[in-house]
């Protein structure tokens, strides 16, 4: 799996970061010439100790974006009435940090069940949405809907939706315009697989990814971005943290650049690709990362409560 660029910049010659290649001898003058891409290979505010090391004057949370940590939990195509039922209750009983947005998605049909069961602390979403209002569209649900069942949320571009559904870019965009117009948040997602890592695509993708998302939305205020490496997602091999900063400041730094300065201060990044109770405290700590969109474990009730409280690894000494 590729390596942080941090342990690449340290020859002469040029090297494959797994991202792009990168040549390390740049000159600072040069390299401010440069192409944001190219800039943000070599010059980057990477992770080596700087992150996870970072301290504030404050007692605050280390995050790079405002606002409150985000968990969200996707549970996918799983589970059943009595299942779900001892999920929620689960998560009805768990202790969770009170600086924390927390988000779940049930599938379609326990939509209802979960809502009217849920404690108002966890917010519900959508797994998708429709591009416009509802009608003769088998199979498909609306955002009228899903803010009819009391959702507040929906995941839009997720890579099941785009590699195996075969959703587009633009089909995507168009989707999130539609639900942000009519009062959803939407958690937008991105991130390539692992031929596109290996072949020093990885921002190309994601940057791709999300200028679908910027032509189409009409505001950033509920928008959250979930970074999740295809090859991560429910594999069982996670990014490290040095390489979910990268991508994550690249993001942030795309969004600067492309978007505005306050969009790029305030968005969520999020990360999300096999996190569980073992390796969330150490992704957390990393600054660019404003918390994580969670599969498998968001299936079991006190680990996902574990993951929701890892927000307590950004929290600094005053």
């Given amino acids: 799996m590729a390596t942080s660029l941090t342990a690449q910049v340290s020859g002469g010659t040029p090297s494959f970061s797994g991202l792009r290649r990168i040549s390390p001898t740049l000159d600072a003058a040069v390299v401010s010439h440069q192409s944001f891409v190219h800039r943000v290979n070599s010059s980057i505010r990477l ?3 700087s992150s ?3 301290r504030s004057p404050r007692g605050v949370v280390a995050m790079a974006g405002s606002g409150k940590f985000f968990v969200g939990g996707n549970w996918k195509c799983n589970g059943t009435k009595d299942s779900i039922a001892k999920l929620v209750s689960d998560l009805n009983t768990a202790t969770l940090e009170a600086d924390v947005d927390v988000v779940v998605s049930p599938p379609f049909v326990y939509i209802d069940q979960v809502k009217s069961s849920l404690t108002d602390r966890i917010d519900v979403s959508g797994q998708n949405s429709w591009v416009g209002k509802g009608g003769a569209f088998t199979g498909e649900i609306s955002v009228e809907q899903l803010k009819d069942l009391g959702c507040k949320w929906v995941i839009l571009g997720h890579s099941e939706r785009r590699h195996v559904i075969g959703e587009k870019d633009e089909f995507i965009g168009k989707k999130a315009a539609y639900a942000l117009s009519e009062g959803l948040g939407v958690i937008a997602c991105i991130g390539e697989k692992l031929e596109e890592r290996e072949a020093g695509k990885t921002f190309d993708v994601c940057f791709e990814q999300l200028k679908a998302f910027a032509d189409a939305v009409p505001s950033w205020d509920n928008v959250v971005v979930a970074y999740e490496p295809v090859w991560a997602i429910g594999t069982g091999k996670v990014a490290s943290p040095q390489q979910a900063q990268e991508v994550h400041v690249a993001v942030r730094g795309w969004l600067k650049k492309n978007v505005s300065e306050e969009v790029a201060s305030k968005t969520r990044i999020i990360y ?8 969330c405290a ?3 700590k990393e ?3 404003d918390g994580f969109l969670v599969g498998g474990a968001s299936l ?9 409280n890892s927000v307590t690894s950004k929290k600094v000494a005053a």
């Fill in 300 to 308: 079991k009730g006190p680990e996902f409560a574990t993951i929701v």
């Fill in 272 to 279: 999300g690709g096999s996190v569980n109770g073992g390796n």
């Fill in 287 to 289: 600054e660019d990362i």
């Fill in 52 to 54: 996870s090391s970072y």
């Fill in 47 to 49: 992770v080596s100790s």
């Fill in 282 to 284: 150490e992704l957390a």
